[in-house]
């Protein structure tokens, strides 16, 4: 068993639709669409979601919350993000920080980062300087730049106490 520290990556998408909300960094966004799937959506807290299972050697969110079960229909992220924060701590594991990177060409994130920056830091116990975030688009290239969709990444550092 490492004593090491642990690095994990993540990457979510979800298509924009009308008639959804959109949430992102746990939370909503103003906008005139949102984005599509069976939970809330939230590309950015499954792409950390992923990125934390992945350093634990835990697999991915949708092997331990599959989009087939009944149980997490429109369930907000900020659940599945304790869920995943309870099963690395029950590895034995804690958060060092995370980073992460949100691609969409609109609507403007830069106002809500702080916002998203505080709510991922709250739900995962630790200070908001161990959460990075940035926001970016693709100018007009691909299915972002044509507001398709929104995609996510994130990188997360965990580590044994």
């Known amino acids: 068993m490492t004593t090491l520290p642990r690095i994990g990556m993540g990457f979510d998408v979800h298509r924009l639709t009308p008639d959804r909300e959109l949430w992102l960094g ?3 966004i103003p906008h005139t ?3 599509l799937g069976h939970s809330d ?3 950015l807290l499954h792409a950390i979601c992923d990125a934390l299972l992945g350093a634990a050697n835990l697999r991915d ?3 331990h ?7 997490f229909k429109d369930i907000d992220s900020k659940i599945l993000l304790r869920k995943t924060l309870q099963l690395i701590r029950d590895a034995g594991y804690e958060v060092g920080n995370i980073d992460a990177t949100i691609c969409a060409q ?4 830069a106002p809500h ?3 998203m ?3 991922i830091a709250d739900v995962c116990g630790v200070s908001p300087d161990d959460v990075n975030l940035k926001a970016t688009t693709t100018e007009h290239l691909g299915f972002t730049g044509r507001e398709e969709g929104i995609s996510a990444y994130a990188v997360a550092l965990i580590y044994r106490p």
């Not at 919350?65 to 149980?71: N, R």
């Not at 609109?106 to 994130?109: D, G, Y």
Request: charged share 20%.
């Open 65 to 71: 919350f599959p989009d087939t079960s009944a149980d």
């Open 33 to 35: 669409l949102g984005l």
């Open 61 to 63: 969110i949708g092997y």
């Open 117 to 119: 920056q505080q709510t």
């Open 113 to 115: 980062i702080p916002a």
């Open 26 to 28: 746990g939370i909503r």
């Open 41 to 43: 959506a939230d590309v």
């Open 106 to 109: 609109r609507p403007k994130l």
